[in-house]
C-alpha cells in the first residue's frame, strides 16, 4: 500500500500568512507524529496523535502552531503569522499502535519543505 | 530537558573504510531506534534496540545498547557508496511513542 503522503510538498509564504499542511498517514496507522527539522539538524518532535486525541504537543514552539486530526486519519499542522525562524522540513509520520506491533518504528513522509520570506 | 547527543557530525571514509557513530542520553530510555536520511530524503527506520546490552547485525551493520540503556552506537564495517547519508539515532524515554532524535552524524564515502 502507499506510504505516508504530504502536501503541498513545497510552501513559500510572506511573513505573516497563515499556512495549512497536510498528512495522510499509512492506513490503518492509529498513532501520527508532527516533527520540524532544521537544515543540518535532526527532526524535533512538535506533537503526537493516537486516533483523534492529541496525547502530547509539548514540542510546539509557539500558540501560532496548532494541529489537528479530527477523524483519526488525516492531519493538518496550522502555522498562524509566519515568521521567518519557521522556515524548515515540516515531517509527518505514523506507526501502529504500539501495543499491537510491539514496536514504536515510524514510517516518516516526505516531508514540506516551508519557507517565509 | 532530555537530550540525545550523537557524535561525530561528520565523517568521511575511503571506500572500504569502517565508520562508526556514537549517541548518548541524558535519561534512561525504554529503547533506541536508528534512521536512515539521504540527501534531499527522509528518515526511513534501521533498526530498534529495547534491552540492556542488546547487539543486532544487518549485513555489514551492528547496531549496539548499552547496559545502562543511556547510550549506543551504530558500526558499519567496509562502507560502500550506497551508505552515504545522515544516520540518526532517536530515543524513546517513555511509552508514548515520543522520539527524540540526535543531530545525526552525516557520512560521505569516497569511492
Known amino acids: 500500500g502507499a506510504g505516508v503522503s504530504q502536501s503541498p510538498r513545497y510552501k513559500v509564504a510572506k511573513r505573516g500568512q497563515d499556512v495549512a499542511l497536510r498528512c495522510d498517514p499509512i492506513?490503518?496507522?492509529?498513532?501520527l507524529f508532527w516533527y520540524q527539522q532544521a537544515l543540518g539538524q535532526g527532526p524535533e518532535f512538535l506533537t503526537y496523535?493516537?486516533?483523534?486525541?492529541?496525547?502530547?504537543k509539548s514540542g510546539l514552539p509557539s500558540d501560532r502552531f496548532f494541529a489537528e486530526r479530527p477523524e483519526g486519519s488525516v492531519s493538518t499542522l496550522k502555522i498562524q503569522r509566519t515568521q521567518q525562524e519557521d522556515s524548515a522540513v515540516y515531517l509527518c509520520?505514523?506507526?501502529?499502535?504500539?501495543?499491537?506491533?510491539?514496536?514504536?518504528?515510524?514510517?516518516f513522509g516526505p516531508g514540506t519543505r516551508l519557507t517565509v520570506t | 530537558g532530555q537530550q540525545v547527543m550523537q557524535i561525530p557530525q561528520y565523517q568521511h571514509v575511503q571506500e572500504g573504510e569502517d565508520f562508526t557513530t556514537y549517541c548518548n542520553s541524558s535519561?534512561?530510555?525504554?529503547?533506541i531506534q536508528w534512521y536512515k536520511q539521504r540527501p534531499g530524503g527522509h528518515p526511513v527506520f534501521l533498526i530498534q534496540?529495547?534491552?540492556?546490552?542488546e547487539v543486532k547485525k544487518q549485513k555489514r551493520l551492528t547496531f549496539q545498547f548499552g547496559e545502562a540503556k543511556k547510550n549506543s552506537s551504530l558500526h558499519i564495517t567496509a562502507t560502500q557508496t550506497t551508505d552515504v547519508g545522515t544516520y540518526f539515532c532517536?530515543?524513546?524515554?517513555?511509552?508514548?511513542?515520543?522520539?527524540?532524535f540526535g543531530q545525526g552524524t552525516t557520512l560521505q564515502v569516497k569511492p
Open positions: 492506513s490503518g496507522h492509529v498513532s
Open positions: 509520520a505514523s506507526s501502529l499502535e504500539p501495543g499491537l506491533a510491539g514496536t514504536y518504528e515510524q514510517y
Open positions: 532517536a530515543g524513546l524515554p517513555g511509552n508514548t511513542g515520543k522520539l527524540i
Open positions: 535519561t534512561t530510555l525504554s529503547n
Open positions: 534496540l529495547v534491552k540492556s546490552g
Open positions: 496523535f493516537q486516533n483523534e486525541a492529541q496525547l502530547d
